[in-house]
Every structure is written in structure tokens, then in C-alpha cells.
């Protein structure tokens, strides 16, 4: 109610001072343009990923191998679906709509994690996935619940409640198929094959080479390093390697005492940038189903107005007479 | 003798600290938004309980009731395997 008039260097005080004291951004403050531009990309590039994250496990639901299975496929895939509800809400409120989101994202204008380029051959795939990728989000998650902006810490602290089951259940289903027969084991070793370096790419660019990253730092909009969380999450998982009896794609891998962490192999970031850049092998076909999908809804959407329109008009009569 | 005018009933929300969600407080009669804010303020704020308040028209909220609990909410019982707490894992797993 009360207007202050400050210059934006004052207003740039304020924001950074409410940062460093560890409080939150809210939607109705005052916040630099590139705070705001780089919350919406960051934030709908996370919800996008969840949605187009329903398609490779999607893929499997008709075909899980025990009425179990598919019911756990079936709950995950439906909370996808609803962090990327979550995450389109809590971006709206920086000002832009979700149409945009979505054209954005149809566009190619827009990214989604590059994962979900990659294809689900096998049914050890969608436990690799449930283990590898959740659990690669889990961790990058974990750390967003601290970040800056209030609405996207609260959708964070939502999502990872909901998200603990998700990977539990991929290690379980892992877990079942390396105790199984040879064929089985050989087909959970195919998929931590195939899904390995995606998940360690998961965590986007070296620190060095992040061209966000400082300032995301100094906004806390991130709070942990891209190399940081991609060493907890590695340190994390090799232990659940082992108990599997598989063996992760690298050479190079090794506990080093001195740093109390594993060494690990170098990234082919080549292969990261052909995929993110849209060459990946899935990268079309993901894209093209969202837009098929999006426009056999679109009857829907339409049906909703004119019934909310004929309602209305049906209660002004009825008020009217 | 039906032409007595309410003043609308307003549903009152407030933060209580930047981060954390606006919570129900509570309610009051005002003729329109802006005032119901100031009477907010003064009604449930008085010792700084907030940092935002919101005020919205209690018409204007739509909410399940106690007796749709069954359709609302049933479906939910058996689904156990929505919970981490349904997945055994070995002992030495930790972290997950």
C-alpha cells in the first residue's frame, strides 16, 4: 500500500540483502528482470522435463511383466504429471502463462533434461530409470529446496516427499532381475550400461564451463554446484552399484582415500550437446507426441468451456426469473 | 422482511514468514477487498504475526465436504505402494 520510491541500484540492495539473510523471494517483491528471466527458464525447463518424463516410462505400462508393476509404473508416471503441474503453477507466477510454457517448449525454444532422449528398450530400463534417473533428480532436488524463490522451494519440499518412492521402487524392481536368472541379470547390467553417463550428465556442464552457474550461486537460485551434486550422487550410488552385482560403464572409477570420494571417468560432453541441441535419438519423436497429444486434448478443453458458458447462462436465467 | 443487507464475509490468510505458505487465520464482514485487507491488519496482525495477508471472498471458494470423504478420498486406501515405505530394501542400502 505504501509506495517507496527507490532507484533500482537501491531495490538491488534490498533484493541481494534479503538473499544473503537467507530469505525469501516472493512473487509480489521487487526482483532484477534477470532474476526473473532466469527462474522461468529454469523452473519450466524442470516442469517440461517431468512431462516429457511420463514418455519412456509411459511406454512400458501396458507391458510390465506383474499386475504390481504396473500399478507402481502407473502411480509414478501419474505424480510426474503432477510435480510438472506443480512446477507450471508455481513458474506462473513470475508472469508468464502456461500456454507460452507449453508453446515454448514445442518450439524447441524451451529445453527438458536430455535424459529423456534417450529410449526405454527393455523392462530393466524403467528400473534403471525409477534408480538412476529419480535418483540423479532426488539429489539435484534436495538442494532446490533451499533455493531463493519461495514458490519453487515449497513445489521442491512437495515433489521430494512424493519423489521417495519413485526410486525405491526402480532399485527394488533392479534388485529382483540381478537376483533372477543370467539373461535377467544381463539385462539390468544393459541398462546401468545405457543409462549411466546420461544420469552423470543430468547435472548439466563442469562448474568451470556452467555459463549460469555464478550467478545462480549469488541468487541462491542454485546452492549447490553442478560438479558438487554430481559427486554426491555418485558417491551415493556405487555402494547400490555393488550390492547389485553390476559393474558401472567406466574404467576409470575408483575410491580415492585422500578426497574421501570415487574418481570418476571423463563425460562425454560431445554426446551431451548433440542430444540437449535436439540429435538425440528420441529428441523428434518426444516432441512430436507431445504436440499429437496436446492437440487430441484440445476437444476436451473446448467441451469444458462451452459447458462452464451454458452453465453460466443457465444461472442468469434462473437468477433473472 | 428479507431486504436486510450483509456485508459479504471475508476468509483471511497469512504468512507468517517469507517461505512459508499463507495459512487460514480466520474470517470478518467487510464491504469490499481493500477493506477487508485493513481489517485484516488490524484484526489479526496486531502483534506482527505476518508478512503478508490475504483476503479473499469466502463465496468465492468451492470445497469438498465431510460427506463426499468417501468418493474423495477412498480410492487412496489401497494403494499402499505409493509410499516409499512399501519398498523393502536390504540393510546395507542407505541413502535412498
Redesign the interface.
Same mark, same amino acid.
Given at each position: 500500500m505504501t509506495q517507496f520510491e527507490l532507484e533500482t541500484d537501491e531495490l538491488e540492495q534490498v533484493f541481494q540483502k534479503?538473499i544473503d539473510d537467507e530469505? +525469501? !523471494?516472493?512473487p +509480489?517483491d521487487w526482483m532484477p528482470e534477470a532474476y526473473r528471466q532466469n527462474l522461468i527458464r529454469q523452473m519450466s525447463q524442470h516442469a517440461h522435463s517431468e512431462i516429457i518424463g511420463m514418455q519412456p516410462e509411459g511406454n512400458w505400462i501396458g507391458r510390465a511383466p506383474t499386475l504390481?508393476r504396473k500399478? !507402481?509404473l502407473l502411480?509414478k508416471v501419474q505424480?510426474e504429471g503432477g510435480h510438472g503441474l506443480y512446477l507450471y503453477s508455481a513458474t506462473e507466477t513470475l508472469g508468464i502463462t502456461r500456454e507460452e510454457m507449453v508453446a515454448a517448449l514445442q518450439s524447441g525454444a524451451a529445453k527438458y533434461a536430455s535424459i529423456f532422449n534417450y529410449p526405454s528398450l527393455t523392462w530393466a530400463d524403467i528400473g534403471a530409470i525409477g534408480w538412476l534417473v529419480d *535418483?540423479a533428480a532426488i539429489v539435484n532436488q534436495i538442494s532446490l529446496q533451499r533455493t531463493s524463490y *519461495?514458490p519453487y522451494?515449497?513445489a521442491m519440499v512437495k515433489i521430494c516427499k512424493e519423489e521417495?518412492?519413485h526410486?525405491?521402487?526402480g532399485?527394488?524392481s533392479l534388485?529382483a532381475l540381478a537376483k533372477g536368472s543370467t539373461e535377467q541379470k544381463a539385462m539390468a547390467q544393459d541398462a546401468l550400461n545405457r543409462w549411466w553417463w546420461p544420469s552423470l550428465m543430468m547435472f548439466g556442464p563442469h562448474d568451470a564451463e556452467s555459463a549460469n552457474s555464478a550467478r545462480s550461486m549469488r541468487w541462491k537460485i542454485k546452492r549447490k554446484s553442478n560438479d558438487e551434486l554430481r559427486q554426491a550422487f555418485v558417491d551415493?550410488t556405487i555402494?547400490?552399484v555393488e550390492?547389485l552385482g553390476l559393474r558401472v560403464p567406466d574404467d576409470d572409477l575408483l575410491w580415492n582415500e585422500e578426497r574421501g570420494h570415487y574418481d570418476f571417468g571423463a563425460i562425454d560432453w560431445d554426446e551431451f550437446a548433440r542430444v540437449i541441441n535436439g540429435n538425440g535419438i528420441c529428441n523428434k519423436q518426444r516432441i512430436a507426441h507431445h504436440k499429437k497429444v496436446h492437440e487430441q486434448g484440445s476437444w476436451v478443453r473446448e467441451a469444458m468451456r462451452v459447458h462452464m458458458r451454458k452453465v453460466q447462462d443457465r444461472n442468469r436465467i434462473k437468477e433473472a426469473s | 422482511m428479507s431486504t436486510q443487507v450483509h456485508t459479504p464475509l471475508y476468509e483471511v490468510f497469512v504468512?507468517s514468514k517469507?517461505?512459508l505458505?499463507h495459512k487460514h487465520v480466520g474470517s470478518l464482514h467487510a464491504e469490499g477487498p481493500e477493506q477487508a485487507l485493513e481489517y485484516a491488519r488490524d484484526c489479526y496482525t496486531r502483534r506482527s504475526e505476518g508478512v503478508?495477508i490475504w483476503v479473499v471472498k469466502s463465496g468465492d471458494i468451492t470445497c469438498s465436504q465431510e460427506e463426499d470423504a468417501a468418493s474423495f478420498y477412498d480410492p487412496m486406501e489401497d494403494?499402499p %505402494?505409493?509410499?516409499?515405505t512399501? %519398498?523393502?530394501?536390504?540393510d546395507?542400502?542407505?541413502?535412498?
Open positions: 534479503r530469505q +525469501k !523471494i516472493e +509480489k504390481r500399478m !507402481i502411480a505424480d *535418483g *519461495g522451494a515449497r521417495s518412492f526410486q525405491r521402487q532399485y527394488e534388485v551415493q555402494p547400490q550390492f | 504468512r517469507r517461505g505458505d503478508s494403494k %505402494y505409493r509410499h516409499a512399501h %519398498y523393502v530394501l536390504p546395507s542400502i542407505k541413502n535412498m
